[in-house]
C-alpha cells in the first residue's frame, strides 16, 4: 500500500518509524511518504494559509498550495482522506475499508482548516472523505492521521504477526473486548477469575461473551440496538 501525507510540520510523522509500523515500512509491505505543503507556497515567507472571507476569528489553507501539491501526488486510484473534527466519525468499519485499498492520501489541515472549494475540486475525480478522530477539537490534522493510520495499516496483510488477535478485539462484532488477565493468579488480593483456569474452552467463550457484553453496556450503550 502506497501512501503520502501532505502537511506543514513533516517532522511529526518521524514517529511511523517506530513500532508495527516502522518494521511494515522495512518489510516494505507499506511505502510512506511525507510532503511539506509549504514547498508549494509561492510568496517568499512560504505562507500557506490567509484570513477567512466573511470576517471571523483564524486562518484559513489556502487553496493554491493544495492544489499543486495534491496534483502531484494524486493518482487514477488514490483515496483522499480529510482530517477534519467536521467530518463523519472514524470507525473501526473506516479503518477495514481504507485497509483495502491501494493508495490513500492524507491532506493535514491546520488552523480553521482548508478552503473548502479544495474538497469540492477534488471530490468530482476522486473519492474524498472527512474524517474525525471524534468529538473533540485537535490544533490540526496530524495526530488524527497517525491515529487513522495505525487503526488502519494493522489490519494490511503481514504487518500484525498474528492475524487471530484482530478478530477478538473491540469493535469486532460490535462490542467492546472482554477483560484480560495474565500471571500472576493473584496480585494484590485480587484473583483472576476462576473460569480462565478451568482449561474448559466453551465456558471461556461464553464468559467472554457476556463480559463483552456487560462492559458494552456499562461504557458504550450508544453501540447496542435499542
Ligand atoms: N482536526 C482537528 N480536530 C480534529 C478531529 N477531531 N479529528 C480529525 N481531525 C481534526
Redesign the pocket.
Known sequence: MKIDIVTIFPDFFDVLEVSLIGKALDKNLIDISVHDLREAASDPHRSVDDTPYGGGAGMVMSPEPWGVTLDKVLTKDSVLVV???A?RV?TQAQAKELAQKDHLVFAC?RYEGIDQRVIDHYSASYTVLE???????????EV?VVAMLEATLRLVPGVIGNPESLTEESHEEGLVEYPSYTKPRTWRGLDVPEVLLSGHHEQIRQWRHEQSVARTKRMRPDLLPD
Do not use: I, Q
Open positions: 482530517p477534519s473534527p467530518g472514524f489541515g474524517l474525525s478522530l471524534g468529538d473533540y477539537v485537535l490544533n490540526g490534522g488524527a
